[in-house]
């Protein structure tokens, strides 16, 4: 139970590669905080510069009153739940459970207490004598939640818990850590590459990529208004679609044209289009694929596309289209909007029309990929940067994942 | 049984193949341990002590042993080598582990020139500072009828450089599991003893038993260090002096005698250790 606050903290390797620049959060008391990006992106190595296990190269982090930077990991009164999860595996349920608690010297009942009450939380009770070998997946991901809970501590990190559990598997720990967050009220870091679970889980979401944040705020806020163009695709799928665009002043009002479609800009937009000192012509609009309507041919502001292939997924039908730009779009069609014989004859077509839901549109900047309307957005880094930054790269941890997923 | 006939061979020919390697690996097995099965029975042989040509004694005894225990040092020099061995074994145990785990998990300055130092230096010949090591031994007055402490130092000084197969084996063990046990609350020492040591088993058991046996079989560093004080002699060096011209016809039974009882000790390890030996335990630790 404490906040955590990270001020410009930086990580560099001894090879010179920068795993983390710059990195400023503050994380209120009994938040749950969700690192995301993709592989390599220094998320892991943030989280483990929290627990201590990493040096920080510079900068300071706090946890309630105290700065860490030099404190043993021991001391900073801190959980961790890892991915593969390091279960003890010459002792049993129990005594992995309890053996935080014996390092610090609790009498022998007040563990024997906690402990059950820690399985009682987890369902694992019955599992206490057991070795962690003999368990299941599920089972030892619980254990070592347990083992974690048990101390009560100040802050609670998790490192992809989940992504060694099938999906099934997966889906109902997720919703047990919900539950959990519930009764145990503390500050939780999680890290995570999956974007469901960043989504589902998070009070706010830290979006990260080549050890830069670009983007900290709600689900709800990165969904709807994306900092740039890395977090508007990275966020959501299937993934947002963007189409070259031309934004003009007409009066009061925006419009921006798509291939000759006109779509006026939101107000929200507009001001603050209106406050920047330079409007740029070029932009890029993001529109998630359920925002593509499909319209009757012959309609008036209509995007022409043609149908490459339809995925049927059962509640909602994804149609990959090409309307004549760079790369094709997605859209996403709610089956049960249609009956069965409309279904039919939507994936018989190859000709269709399509608008752009006005009110949910994104405009980005086509130079750095900035949002015109979020302030003090994000550029997403150069590519070029992060070619370099990959080869050298030495979170070894993102890397042996890539390598064991080949 | 139809899984069972897939590894039957079918063929006359492979058949045939099978049969010539058996019979080459039966003569081979034969051969090799024609001596040591002469070497037991002159050990229990009566009617002479010097060397024969046939296997079979005609007449058997205790005698030779009885001998080795009431008229030579036999038992001073099985003592010594036992002692050194047991304080190897616990030295030379603790200090590789300890080498291998902190090269295997620490990150330090020099930790790369370090390893490669002392392999570099492994692959000299331990007898080319020989007479070095004698002369500084000498300084601290342990040699001749001080050898045993003497030989002790010089076993376990250099262990440490022994680390490669202890640490090619910490180096498996997950290091998330330290991690875990840092953040539980534990110190790198307690890490070691409660965490690490405890999965090592098979490492451990490998190194006490080199560590054991090295020192129990040494003669060139023991004939050296000991030199002309006949109490303080360890088996490898005071069996090896019956075999001289003038003692052999004399004492060749007692030496098969003492040199089956040496080969007990390290056979009886072997065996009490060996079925910790055959595999690991980290099973469970982690998602694998």
């Known amino acids: 139970m404490a906040e955590v606050k990270l001020r410009n903290v930086k990580k560099q390797y001894d090879n010179g590669f920068v795993a983390v620049h710059d990195f400023n959060l503050e994380i209120k008391d009994k938040e749950f905080i969700v690192l995301v990006g993709p592989s390599g992106c220094g998320k892991s190595t943030t989280l483990r510069m929290i627990a201590g296990l990493e040096d920080i190269s510079g900068g300071e982090i706090s946890i309630g009153e105290n700065v860490v930077n030099d404190m043993e990991p021991k001391d900073r009164d801190i959980a961790m739940v890892f991915q593969n999860y390091a279960l003890y595996p010459h002792m049993s349920v129990y005594e992995n459970i309890a053996f935080g608690l014996r390092l610090r010297r609790l009498p022998n009942d007040e563990i024997h207490k906690k402990v059950c009450e820690a399985a009682e939380i987890l369902g694992i009770t019955e599992l206490l004598g057991r070795k962690p070998k003999q368990l299941s997946g599920g089972q030892r991901q619980r254990v070592a939640i347990g083992r974690a809970i048990v101390r009560v501590p100040k802050v609670f990190l998790m490192d992809e818990p989940l992504s060694n559990l099938d999906a099934k598997l997966r889906n109902q720990m997720r919703a047990e850590i919900i539950l959990l967050r519930e009764k145990i009220q503390t500050t939780f870091v999680y890290v995570t590459h999956d974007q469901t679970e960043a989504m589902t889980l998070g009070d706010r979401i830290v979006i990260m990529k080549d050890g830069y944040v670009m983007q900290v705020g709600t689900p709800q806020e990165l969904f709807n208004h994306p900092a740039n163009l890395f977090v508007a695709g990275f966020i959501g799928t299937p993934q947002m679609n963007f189409f070259d665009a031309k934004l003009k002043k007409d009066g009061g009002k925006y419009t921006v044209t798509v291939r000759g479609a006109a779509i006026e800009v939101p107000d929200y937009i507009c001001e603050k289009l209106d406050a920047r000192s330079q409007v740029p012509e070029d932009v890029i609009l993001g529109a998630r694929p359920e925002n593509l309507l499909i319209r009757p041919s012959g309609s008036k502001n209509t995007i022409k596309a043609h149908m490459k292939v339809t995925e049927m997924m059962g509640s909602e039908m994804h149609i990959h289209a090409d309307y004549g730009g760079e790369k094709d779009i997605i859209l996403r069609v709610q089956t049960s909007d249609l009956d069965e014989e409309a279904q039919v004859e939507l994936m018989a077509r190859t000709d269709f029309e399509f608008t752009i839901r006005q009110r949910t549109i994104n405009l980005f900047d086509p130079e750095d990929g900035r949002n015109l309307a979020v302030e003090n957005a994000v550029p997403v880094p150069k590519k070029n940067e992060t070619a370099v930054t990959e080869d050298n790269g030495s979170n070894k941890k993102d890397k042996k994942n890539r390598k064991s997923k080949k | ?288």
Request: hydrophobic share 50%; charged share 15%; net charge positive.
């Open chain 2, 1 to 288: 049984m139809s899984e069972n006939k897939k590894f039957r061979s079918k063929s006359g020919k492979e058949r045939t193949v099978r049969v010539i390697i058996y019979i080459f690996l039966t003569v081979l097995c034969v051969i090799w341990l024609i001596p040591f099965i002469y070497l037991i029975f002159q050990a229990f042989r009566g009617e002479s002590t010097s060397m024969v040509t046939y296997i079979i004694p005609r007449k058997w005894t205790f005698d030779n042993f009885i001998f080795l225990f009431t008229k030579t040092n036999f038992g001073h020099w099985y003592l010594n080598t036992f002692i050194i061995a047991l304080f190897n074994a616990v030295l030379q145990t603790v200090i590789v582990l300890c080498v291998a785990y902190a090269l295997s998990r620490m990150r330090f300055k020099g930790r790369k020139f370090l390893m490669n130092l002392m392999l570099v230096l492994g692959m000299f010949p331990g007898f080319l500072s020989m007479i070095a090591t004698y002369f500084i031994l000498k300084l601290f007055g342990l040699t001749s009828e001080n050898a045993v402490p003497g030989l002790i130092l010089v076993y376990a000084a250099s262990s440490g450089m022994g680390y490669y197969i202890a640490k090619g084996f910490f180096d498996t063990i997950p290091k998330s599991l330290d991690e875990a046990a840092r953040i539980d609350g534990a110190s790198r020492a307690r890490v070691f003893f409660r965490i690490i040591m405890p999965m090592a088993k098979p490492i451990i058991i490998y190194t006490i038993m080199m560590a054991f046996i090295a020192p129990w079989g040494d003669f060139m560093y023991a004939s050296l260090i000991t030199f002309g004080h006949e109490e303080a002699y360890n088996v490898a060096v005071g069996l090896y002096k019956w075999l001289d011209k003038e003692h052999i016809s004399n004492y060749f039974t007692i030496f098969c005698a003492g040199g089956l009882l040496v080969s007990i000790p390290i056979t009886a390890l072997f065996m009490a250790l060996q079925k910790y030996y055959v595999e690991g335990v980290t099973g469970g630790a982690v998602k694998g």
